[in-house]
């Protein structure tokens, strides 16, 4: 099993930024690819960004590329979200996730463990 908490979700304002964390415990972090999703009210949630097991490797969603980065701290047990220039439409719960297949996936059903979600508010 693989626990996951995400933290610094909160009220920002339209062109502000801020720092998702998601802080992992249970089996060894570093096995893992780490994902974030998010999801809007109303909608499916969707992927956003994905980073590989060493860090070397991420991907983003086209709708967040230049704006968030993912990256991760293997000694802390911690994968990040930098979110910049953030607009209304980024409003959502997001979400981090864990996944065991050999290379970093977009796709929801690789992802074995999902923490719980933070919740973004961007302000016009």
């Known amino acids: 099993q693989v626990h996951l908490v995400e933290s610094g979700g909160g009220l920002v304002q339209a062109g502000g930024s801020l720092r998702l964390s998601c802080a992992a415990s249970?089996?060894?972090?570093?096995?893992?690819?780490m994902g974030w999703f998010l999801q809007a009210p109303e909608k499916e949630r969707e992927f956003l960004a994905v980073v590989s097991r060493s860090g070397g490797i991420t991907y983003y969603a086209d709708s967040v590329k230049g704006r968030f980065t993912i990256s991760r701290d293997n000694a802390k047990n911690t994968v990040y979200l930098q979110m910049n220039s953030l607009k209304p439409e980024d409003t959502a719960i997001y979400y981090c996730?864990?996944?065991?297949?050999?290379?970093?996936?977009?796709?929801?059903?690789?992802?074995?463990?999902w923490g719980q979600g933070t919740q973004v508010t961007v302000s016009s």
């Open positions: 996730a864990a996944s065991s297949t050999p290379y970093p996936s977009r796709s929801q059903r690789d992802y074995n463990y």
């Open positions: 249970g089996r060894t972090f570093s096995n893992y690819i």
